[in-house]
């Protein structure tokens, strides 16, 4: 999965409590983005950074907040997390922009919300 | 804005036929389109890019794609079909420019049949 480490991998949670998600890479890419996959929606965004400390809202961006605070890593937290944020999160970079900015994906982090 | 349809839900096919998963799409000036494959359990991964150039580009694993853009649409195709072909495929989109965030489709589940 082309140098993206998430983690955790799994994680199960209650209703009301925080959750951090990380993503790491080792390529230094300037972009790098976090999707919700959920059945008959597909991939949706919820954040993106271009830099470090520069980050832009996606299309479902409610209820969640990032940092990036170093080029390997972007944090995605929910801050009180609910069932409806119950959902396998992936982590992305955006590969150069000569080779038409192809997006290259973590394993994903599937996350219950009890 | 910009959209991708993947009017296909789900494309059955038995082992050894072509096979065609549809994508239609709609952006404000040249598209940049791609297409991507998930393998249960795992994130997506790249498959093939159309820019610029000719209308039929070829990608990863014998799939190839046709670029129409009278009918805006950039179908997935495979001459033969193999069982491991069987995954989820992810058409995206986006604009020329300096914003690198694509739109995915909802995805299609391609089941090839032994």
């Known amino acids: 999965d082309a140098g993206i480490t998430q983690s955790p991998r799994h994680k199960v949670t209650e209703t009301g409590t925080p959750v951090t998600l990380r993503c790491h890479q080792t390529e230094n890419h300037r972009y790098m983005y976090w999707y919700r996959q959920d059945p008959g929606h597909g991939l949706r965004l919820i954040h993106y950074?271009?830099?470090?400390?520069?980050?832009d809202k996606g299309e479902v961006s409610d209820g969640y907040s990032v940092s990036r605070s170093k080029t390997e890593d972007f944090l995605l937290t929910l801050e009180s997390a609910t069932s409806s944020q119950t959902s396998v999160y992936f982590c992305?970079?955006?590969?150069?922009?000569?080779?038409?900015?192809?997006?290259?994906f973590g394993a994903g982090t599937r996350l219950s919300v009890l | 804005a910009q959209s991708v349809a993947q009017p296909e839900d789900q494309v059955n096919v038995a082992e050894g036929n072509p096979l065609t998963v549809k994508c239609t799409y709609s952006v404000s000036g040249n598209p940049y389109l791609f297409w991507y494959v998930q393998y249960p359990n795992r994130g997506l991964q790249f498959l093939l890019k159309?820019?610029?150039?000719?209308?039929l580009v070829k990608g990863s694993y014998g799939f190839e794609a046709e670029f129409n853009k009278s009918q805006t649409s950039f179908h997935l195709k495979k001459p033969s079909a193999l069982v491991s072909d069987s995954a989820l495929y992810f058409c995206a989109v986006r604009g020329p420019g300096g914003s690198y965030i694509p739109t995915f489709g909802r995805g299609t589940s391609l089941i090839v049949h032994p």
């Open positions: 950074s271009y830099g470090v400390k520069d980050t």
């Open positions: 992305a970079i955006s590969g150069p922009e000569k080779e038409g900015n192809i997006q290259y």
């Open positions: 159309y820019i610029t150039g000719d209308n």
